[in-house]
């Protein structure tokens, strides 16, 4: 059982009968345990515990909140209690928080903020969400390539203790020109007078400002970095990005990719603030249009079955395997559409590799169908078909994991061409086609087997 199960009771008793105690009493609380209790608290007390908090306490649990009750707390706390916490929180955070008000509330808890911290945020706001620039934060640790790495130690004992990071120290020249790093495991065996120009890195993975999120998460994912500097077209540093904003990105990534192939929009609400954030009418509305489309093209299968209609009556066993043949395509379609789909997304795979994907899934498709093929003979025999009709089946299953395979490892491939989402189309697509062109297979083969 949680720990908002645990004590949820007693709080909620607290805040009826004495709220002034209810900072003692949550002071000890993880502040991830603590927004677990704040979600699980009836609206009303949600708001009484957290203006309860302390700014340090307070500052911590909004970080750790989502959906829903981010939402209460940001629309219902007021801005002199907001201004302080927010100044604890790192200015991408606080970018972040306040995109979910108004132009009016923020501008409100704006001027409750420290200026500095508040005129940090203003600029972030300026670079388009989901680029490197919105992400980045601008308190970081910078030295420069003529000190010493005695000068640059003690630079580190006054620096900022709201600096984001110091395991990579950014050296920049006069104008602010990024010229090269330092990490503290090289600084501080370094001999007193050594200087940082001698020891510092200088070949840098850096980004612009406009770089989409996805590129900057993928480039520390490849070069294994805690961190990626952000410059300006005269290479000057900006800012920094870190590995925890690159881990946010991934997760909301693989949500948006989910909730497309669920047949859901992946709004920025429904994507950072989970799945309650989609109202039910809105959800139902989206599933509708994708229910509706395959609903339509579905129609193809019945138009496959009545041209086949004369071929089902003199073989009535035919239609006895429709699911089973069926079922399997497009599980197997489905399986290959998601491999692709995640390969391109995580850039595995790449237009440029167009035939080698067609070759090994069509291949794979084959290998999977004659071990499947012979499973279906079987089954098909156990049943008392005809030999010639269990040769049909598996022959048919066979077939049509092959073709289910490629058009499986098509689909993707041409959406990303394209520039269509591959995640939006792959999956009811594939469903569709797998379904019509399959009995087509099935029937077609019949018709070879069974002299209809």
Not at 77 to 91: N, Q, V, W
Not at 423 to 431: Q, Y
Request: hydrophobic fraction near 45%; charge should be negative.
């Amino acid at each position: 059982m949680s720990l908002a199960k645990i004590i949820g009771p007693d709080i909620e008793e607290l805040i009826r009968e004495n709220p002034k105690e209810l900072a003692a009493a949550v002071v000890n609380i993880h502040p991830a345990d603590l927004a677990e209790l704040l979600e699980d608290l009836p609206r009303e007390d949600r708001v009484v515990l957290f203006e309860a908090l302390p700014p340090e306490q307070g500052a911590a649990v909004l970080s750790e909140l989502k959906g829903e009750t981010l939402r209460l707390i940001l629309h219902r706390t007021s801005p002199a209690k907001l201004g302080p916490e927010l100044d604890r929180l790192p200015a991408d955070e606080v970018t972040f928080l306040l995109e979910h008000l108004t132009q009016r509330q923020r501008e409100a808890i704006l001027a409750k903020m420290s200026p500095r911290d508040a005129a940090e945020v203003e600029r972030l706001q300026r670079y388009p969400a989901r680029t490197a620039g919105r992400l980045m934060t601008e308190k970081f640790a910078t030295i420069r390539p003529e000190w010493t790495a005695a000068e640059t130690l003690d630079h580190l004992k006054r620096i900022d203790p709201e600096v984001e990071t110091v395991q990579s120290l950014y050296a920049v020249d006069e104008r602010g020109h990024l010229v090269g790093y330092v990490s503290l495991r090289t600084l501080f065996p370094a001999p007193p007078d050594k200087k940082i120009a001698d020891m510092m890195e200088r070949r840098l993975l850096t980004v612009r400002a406009d770089a989409p999120q996805e590129e900057v998460a993928r480039l520390v994912s490849k070069y294994d970095v805690h961190a990626i500097p952000v410059i300006d077209e005269e290479k000057r540093l900006l800012g920094i990005v870190t590995v925890d904003d690159v881990i946010d990105i991934l997760i909301e990534e693989q949500t948006e990719d989910a909730l497309h192939m669920g047949g859901v929009s992946a709004t920025e609400e429904s994507v950072e603030q989970g799945y309650f954030a989609t109202r039910p009418i809105r959800s139902v509305r989206l599933r509708f249009n994708w229910l509706l489309l395959m609903f339509v093209t579905e129609t193809f299968t019945g138009t496959v079955l009545r041209h086949y209609e004369g071929e089902l009556a003199k073989v009535v066993a035919l239609s006895f395997f429709i699911p089973l043949l069926i079922g399997t395509g497009g599980n197997s379609g489905s399986q290959t559409v998601t491999t692709i789909v995640r390969g391109l997304a995580v850039g595995q795979i790449r237009l440029r590799d167009f035939g080698r994907v067609l070759l090994r899934e069509g291949g794979s498709g084959v290998v999977l169908g004659l071990m499947l093929g012979l499973v279906g003979f079987g089954r098909a025999l156990l049943w008392g078909s005809t030999v010639p009709l269990a040769l049909t089946v598996g022959v048919s299953i066979l077939a049509i994991c092959a073709w289910a395979n490629t058009v499986g490892s098509m689909i993707p491939m041409l959406a990303t061409m394209f520039k269509i989402d591959p995640t939006v189309m792959s999956a009811p697509l594939i469903a569709t086609l797998v379904d019509a062109t399959g009995l087509i297979i099935y029937f077609t083969i019949a018709k070879s087997f069974l002299g209809l």
